[in-house]
Nanobody
């Protein structure tokens, strides 16, 4: 059975850093494009960053230069290194398989990031 599990969220002060992790199982992770999404209070879920199977990355303008997406295909893990965090980055962060089809409705439980002083 396919699953995604996010971890690493927490409370951080503005300007701080966090590293989120996503553990994938039940899928051929190494060939799948992956993405991070987030949903802030009162907002719709939005795309944050993507990474292809070979490591090509793409970022939303709001996080470009501050966040780095990466993956370890041998461990079936994906990461999001977040720096220079701002209060507007407060959200539940989700990982997602960016391949549509049978993965369209596959989401983890999310991990909460709160940026506050």
């Amino acid at each position: 059975q396919m699953s995604l599990a996010e971890s690493g969220g927490g409370l951080v002060q503005p300007g701080g850093s966090l590293r989120l992790s996503c553990a994938a199982s039940g899928m051929m992770f190494s060939i799948l494009p992956m993405a991070w999404y987030r949903q802030g209070p009162g907002n719709e879920r939005e795309w944050v960053a993507s990474i292809t199977s070979v490591g090509t990355t793409n970022y939303a303008d709001s996080v470009k230069g501050r966040f780095i997406i990466s993956r370890d295909n041998t461990q079936k893990m994906m990461y999001l290194q977040m720096s220079s965090l701002e209060p507007d980055d407060t959200a539940v962060y989700y990982c997602h398989v960016a391949a549509g089809g049978p993965y369209s409705n596959l989401w983890g439980q999310g991990t909460l990031v709160t940026v506050s002083s």
